[in-house]
């Protein structure tokens, strides 16, 4: 092992916790010719502690995965790799100042027992008896995390490291890369001491990512999405009551998470530990005047305790011991953040067989379990977790350097913010833009965004309260709700229009492309002239992906789908794409309107059309409308009669207005989801995931498996088929109260969990709340009656036929 190794199968560029973690979990696999890179001593880049179940609570299956599963891996690890660690299993209470932060806690708590972790909701009283030395004035209540704790993170990466080295990895201390090339299909990563060949490539060097990533531009790659804030935190010297309870008790006191105010506080020794994120926070090498420098390790930037004076004051007062001793220590390091404060981890977005695992801002919580997912994306090509949330293709060209400052400075100051659904935070805005963006804001539309596109959720009339303070509420009501009422109404007995920007838009063309994909889909290919759903599976036979494949002619294809979906959805269609096909990506280029509701044929005459307007459902044409121009695709995810208008940019004004014109009703995002959820229509990344197979997701129609072709996850359906399914998908009416129900709540059977929900909304045309989900299969039958738990209430739940709520016949559709 003395001699520098010139190739290896994975070359991991950085070695901090999730590093040293992927080079764990790959040995351990049996993938014993690795290499580790690591800059200068193997540490994690934090210099604090912190082992939780949910440091920040983001609503996101991915992120709690990977945190249990650290948890898991962590209380073993010692024993496993027979190195000594630091872990203490201290327990936290997280505070809330208001009934919504208290809701929120409630539906964190009802995530944690879907995965068998209990996490009680408490009362300031029972608060108390955790943590004698807190005051418990202006609290609402709170939540106690039995399992938080602290971690040595120098001792975990090293026991990691141990780990791998015993399986027959390799670590190369002082040794950072120097740059990177390709030979073919081959990775070559320079080095001071040589160059190693090796067949993957991965990203992990924390806040020096982006400047690793720059060496991967001239293959595909792109600028890092991300900006190095600085995070402070202070030790207090000695303090004797602490150290007196630590004593007579035997444990350290637990961690306080002051989520409203914004800071942690736990013991380290016998003193205690503030770090703040403070809203007037700081992001640093971000101008040229401040470069950041070749070699910060060990480094520290300057105290600027005056940013954290609030917090201090506001901590001295929750716990009064704060203030009886000096600081002791005050750390002011570096903390890398992508834009939504969440890691980038999985795929370089347009590198073959690169990876990233980077921007780690709880790098400890969650580098046990990021290391076990970025394993298996490097051995399989897929994780056990759909792990959208995290991925890097979420970001995609949109987010400059620009809006990664604006978000990373707006995502550390609220890092415990409660996200409602009907907020929209307002930095890194604008960034793409519809072509009559202008005239909907003049109609009052009220936007959000969408994979950085700028589109209408509703639309306000004068004196509507269109503030962001305004959706500060878990609450179904609120300004918007009788908006989107006479929005959705509009679509049921006239027409309306929603200007469409942003759905990901592919060109593929070349001899033998309907075979391609025959060979990649699930189901089978449209006719000429003819448009359907074509569904991808992983090997597992779970949903991959949805695509709308909109065929014009043999082997001539527009593929359309979801706006977030765009680099995501090109690389699964690239990825084996054969020699003699193009694949091109037209998103820029074009724009939709969809026209749809009873009228809609009537406004497509009444602006003048050589269109047929008799043509069938899931039809398409090209068109003159109003003297301009497209593509007329006969669909509507808001199930009612109408079209889909396809047309080049600069065409979108007159189409716009021609469509005005003929009397359409403008309609946003928020009633076309309360329309789509009431026909029992899929959201990706919300009811399609890889959490599903697709026989488990009810989109058994769209898989062929008498067909000849070998499609990835045929093996994996047919044997789900012969033995049956274990899960359903489910649509629900719920007697849901003043919320509906959201993304994964839980769902109940007496006292039994049974399942969670992909989505809920209100169906203003069936006028009742309306869930979709998936259940054990023996529950999955119309009539039967079960609980969705909704922000600690659980609700009464019917399961429906399987068939839309909302014109079951589709007689309304295919008028």
Not at 325 to 331: D, M, Q
Not at 640 to 660: F, M, Q, S
Request: hydrophobic residues 35%; charged residues 25%; proline residues 6%.
């Amino acid at each position: 092992m003395s001699d520098f190794p010139t190739t290896a199968r994975v070359v991991i560029i950085g070695g901090g916790a999730v590093g040293t973690s992927t080079l764990y979990h790959l040995a351990k696999a049996g993938w014993k010719d690795c290499v580790l890179l690591e800059k200068n001593e193997l540490t994690a880049g934090s210099t604090w502690h912190a082992a939780g179940n949910c440091p920040n609570f983001s609503g996101s299956w991915a992120i709690l995965n990977m945190q249990r599963y650290g948890l898991e891996m962590y209380r073993t690890l010692a024993t496993d790799v027979d190195y000594p660690m630091n872990y203490h299993v201290t327990g936290s209470l997280r505070l809330a100042h208001s009934k919504e932060r208290m809701q929120e806690f409630e539906r964190v708590a009802g995530m944690g027992r879907y995965q068998g972790l209990e996490m009680p909701i408490l009362t300031p009283d029972e608060m108390k008896e955790h943590h004698p030395f807190m005051e418990t004035h202006e609290l609402a209540g709170g939540m106690w995390d039995p399992l938080d704790g602290d971690i040595d993170p120098a001792q975990l990466t090293q026991a990691m490291a141990k780990g791998a080295r015993d399986a027959g990895a390799r670590i190369e201390r002082f040794c950072p890369a120097t740059g990177i090339d390709k030979d073919g299909d081959e990775w070559i990563v320079k080095t001071d001491k040589g160059d190693i060949r090796c067949e993957f490539v991965v990203n992990c060097a924390g806040y020096y990512a982006q400047r690793v990533g720059e060496m991967f531009k001239p293959f595909g790659g792109r600028t890092v999405p991300m900006v190095v804030m600085s995070h402070q935190y202070f030790l207090t010297d000695e303090i004797p009551e602490v150290a007196a309870w630590t004593k007579e008790n035997g444990r350290k006191l637990p961690i306080i998470r002051d989520v409203d105010i914004s800071y942690y506080l736990r013991q380290d020794k016998n003193g205690l530990n503030l770090g703040p994120y403070e809203r007037n926070c700081k992001a640093h090498w971000i101008t040229p005047d401040d470069p950041m420098p070749e070699d910060f390790s060990f480094q520290l930037y300057p105290d600027d305790l005056e940013r954290l004076e609030f917090y201090i004051e506001d901590a001295m007062e929750r716990v009064p011991a704060l203030g009886t001793a000096g600081v002791g220590r005050n750390i002011n390091g570096p903390i890398p953040y992508a834009p939504d404060g969440l890691p980038l981890l999985g795929p370089m977005p347009g590198v073959k067989n690169a990876f990233e695992g980077h921007c780690f801002t709880f790098g400890i919580a969650q580098g046990g379990g990021a290391g076990k997912v970025l394993s298996e994306w490097i051995m399989h090509g897929e994780t056990e977790w759909d792990m959208w949330a995290v991925d890097p293709r979420r970001y995609t060209g949109y987010a400059d350097h620009d809006y990664s400052l604006q978000k990373a400075l707006e995502t550390y100051g609220h890092e415990y913010a409660m996200h409602f659904p009907h907020h929209e935070w307002p930095a890194g805005r604008d960034k793409k833009l519809s072509p009559v963006h202008a005239t909907i804001l003049e109609q009052g539309g009220v936007m959000g965004a969408y994979n950085g596109w700028e589109r209408a959720n509703w639309f306000a009339k004068d004196g509507d309260d269109s503030s962001l303070e305004a959706t500060e509420t878990w609450n179904r009501e609120g300004p918007w709700t009788i908006r989107v009422k006479e929005e959705c109404e509009a679509v049921r007995d006239r027409v309306g229009v929603l200007d469409l920007p942003g759905f990901s838009r592919f060109k593929l063309t070349g001899a033998g492309a309907a075979e391609y994909l025959r060979g990649r889909i699930t189901g089978g290919l449209p006719k000429a002239g003819r448009m359907n759903l074509g569904y991808f599976a992983d090997s597992r036979g779970r949903i991959l992906t949805e695509m709308s494949l909109i065929r014009h002619d043999e082997d001539d294809f527009t593929l359309i789908t979801a706006a977030n979906a765009q680099w995501h959805d090109f690389e699964v269609l690239k990825a084996g794409l054969p020699e003699g096909l193009s694949l091109t990506d037209h998103t820029e280029e074009f724009s939709t309107l969809i026209v749809c509701g009873p009228d809609s044929r009537n406004a497509f005459q009444a602006m003048g059309t050589d269109a047929d307007l008799q043509a069938t459902w899931l039809s398409h044409q090209p068109a003159t409308v109003a003297g301009v121009p497209c593509m007329l695709a006969r669909v509507s995810f808001a199930g009612e009669l109408g079209w889909e208008i396809h047309a080049k940019n600069a065409d979108i004004p007159a189409l716009y207005a021609a469509v005005r014109g003929a009397g359409a009703i403008p309609f946003g995002m928020y009633a076309l989801n309360a329309l789509r959820i009431e026909k029992g229509y899929r959201a990706w990344k919300g009811d399609l995931s890889t959490d599903y197979t697709l026989f488990e997701g009810g989109l058994d129609r769209f898989v062929k498996l008498d067909k000849p072709q070998d499609f990835p996850g045929k093996a994996a359906l047919m044997n789900e088929k012969q033995q049956g399914s274990k899960k359903r998908f489910v649509t629900l009416l719920v007697d849901a109260g003043d919320q509906d129900a959201p993304y994964m709540s839980t769902i109940w059977d007496g006292d039994t969990v049974v399942g969670e929900t992909t989505s809920g909304a209100w169906g203003y045309r069936i006028g009742a709340s309306v869930a979709l989900g998936v259940v054990k299969t023996e529950l999955a039958t119309p009539g039967q009656t079960l609980e969705v738990e909704i922000y600690g209430k659980r609700c009464k739940a019917t399961v429906q036929p399987d068939v839309p709520l909302w014109d079951p016949e589709n007689e309304r559709l295919r008028a």
